[in-house]
């Protein structure tokens, strides 16, 4: 199994960036398909993005396409979200996920989440 733990949130204003992180321990990193999801206020958690165990493959959601970049360092167990042009819509609840690659699977290992706060 893997332990995820998130970094990096914080309160910021519109068209500001922010990177976020995401330290993976107990398991071989390079194993899981890594993914970043946030909930927003009242809202249903969402995907945001997703990256191959590899770093070759990235696939973002339609709303963050262009503004915000995933990556992954599989000798420091991280995975990454920079964030830019940040706007109100944006804050968030941002979560780390991951699931073994190769599977069809929905994501099983959560991180606890880190939040990003937008004022405009």
């Known amino acids: 199994q893997v332990q995820l733990v998130e970094s990096g949130g914080g309160l910021v204003q519109a068209g500001d960036s922010l990177r976020l992180s995401c330290a993976a321990s107990?398991?071989?990193?390079?194993?899981?398909?890594m993914a970043w999801f946030r909930q927003g206020p009242g809202k249903e958690r969402e995907f945001v993005a997703s990256?191959?165990?590899?770093?070759?493959?990235?696939y973002y959601a339609d709303s963050v396409k262009g503004r915000f970049t995933i990556s992954r360092d599989n000798a420091k167990n991280t995975v990454y979200l920079q964030m830019s042009s940040l706007n109100p819509e944006d804050t968030a609840l941002y979560y780390c996920?991951?699931?073994?690659?190769?599977?069809?699977?929905?994501?099983?290992?959560w991180g606890q989440g880190t939040q990003v706060t937008v004022s405009s």
């Open positions: 996920a991951a699931k073994t690659s190769g599977t069809a699977t929905a994501y099983n290992y």
């Open positions: 990256i191959n165990w590899s770093g070759t493959s990235t």
């Open positions: 107990g398991d071989t990193f390079s194993n899981y398909k």
